[in-house]
């Protein structure tokens, strides 16, 4: 559903440096999972138990990607979307629950997060060869087979059926926030107390840094990817940034960004950068693009009504809007960056 900046940088005070016997060090590993950038950090004074540990939670996110996958045709997701129109399909109780709390998020914000999103006609393109906006009867279309309400569950049976053909289901807004938790989970259940699982800028960080700090996350300028925008000092959250300013076209001089709107099909205007930060990664992931879509003023009513969720949005007129109880360090109102507390 959005393709996710990297928006996050890590401020570790002592990465894989020598240390003395028993004291913790920082143990990280990169590598590309669920086709986008993975980094899992284990801090522990056991070398044996931290690579045993990460190397748990990267074949847990390989296991989540198997069953979510819509690009794997053996994946039980995928079996969902041939059989659309046609007849329920069954499914382990974990694919099941996270399809049922993924109607509830739907609910939650009225339809702006939707799985069914899979389902859109791609008629936007981002590779620099469309020369003109769809018609509004394209673009309507194009949405036409979006309805959460529509992916109908039986509980008893542990079945979904996609009540009319044509219609898909996607992970791509929760996938990786779930794979997030999954990760943690495993890791926690080998011993690690004091680790981060960053998903290309979906990231869940657990305990402290190795000096016993609160894990520090730099939040960047939507307007100049180089500069800090803030920090956040996070314990035991996770921290979700959607964007709308890396992956764009310009028509006629009128930049239209990567996220759709699912009810409309047009390109969704008024905010640059939403930032979630909560306990559940696969909430915050779920959260960043329906508050990017449902603009300043709903987004933000919605996350103060949400116990432990709390948000940072910048829009389009570089004002800055915070929730009622996030704690930022701001580091400067660059590029005319102003507070709307």
């Not at 693009?289 to 570089?318: H, P, W, Y």
């Amino acid at each position: 559903m959005r393709i996710l900046p990297l928006l996050f940088l890590l401020a570790l005070l002592h990465v894989l440096k020598a240390t003395p016997e028993n004291e913790s060090e920082t143990h990280r590993k990169v590598l590309k999972l669920m086709g986008t950038r993975f980094e899992l950090i284990a801090v522990s004074s056991d070398d044996t138990l931290a690579w045993e540990a990460i190397n748990a939670g990267i074949a847990e996110i390989q296991r989540i990607e198997d069953l979510i996958s819509s690009w794997d045709p053996n994946s039980q997701t995928s079996a969902i979307n041939r059989n659309a129109g046609i007849k329920a399909v069954e499914v382990d109780d974990e694919l099941f629950e996270l399809i049922r709390r993924s109607k509830k998020v739907s609910g939650l914000t009225k339809g702006n997060f939707d799985i069914s999103y899979a389902s859109m006609d791609k008629i936007w393109r981002y590779d620099g060869s469309m020369a003109e906006i769809p018609s509004e009867r394209a673009m309507a279309n194009s949405v036409s087979k979006i309805n959460y309400e529509h992916i109908l569950l039986d509980k008893q049976h542990s079945t979904v059926l996609l009540k009319n053909t044509g219609m898909k289901i996607g992970f791509g807004a929760i996938g990786k926030g779930y794979a997030a938790n999954r990760a943690k989970a495993v890791m926690q259940a080998k011993g690690i107390k004091d680790g981060v699982v960053n998903a290309a800028g979906d990231l869940l960080a657990w305990g402290t840094q190795v000096d016993g700090t609160d894990w520090r996350i730099s939040i960047l300028d939507p307007n100049n990817k180089e500069q800090i925008f803030c920090w956040l000092s996070i314990r035991d959250q996770a921290v979700v940034t959607s964007g709308n300013y890396e992956k764009y076209v310009e028509i006629d001089g009128k930049r239209y960004g990567h996220i759709i709107h699912p009810k409309t099909g047009m390109p969704v205007s008024g905010l640059k950068s939403v930032t979630i930060v909560c306990p559940d990664a696969e909430l915050a992931d779920a959260l960043a693009t329906s508050v990017f879509i449902m603009g300043a003023e709903d987004g933000l009513a919605l996350i103060n009504r949400m116990k432990g969720v709390e948000g940072l949005l910048i829009d389009d007129d570089n004002d800055f809007h915070t929730s009622k109880n996030i704690q930022i360090d701001l580091v400067s109102t660059v590029n005319n960056l102003k507070g709307n507390h």
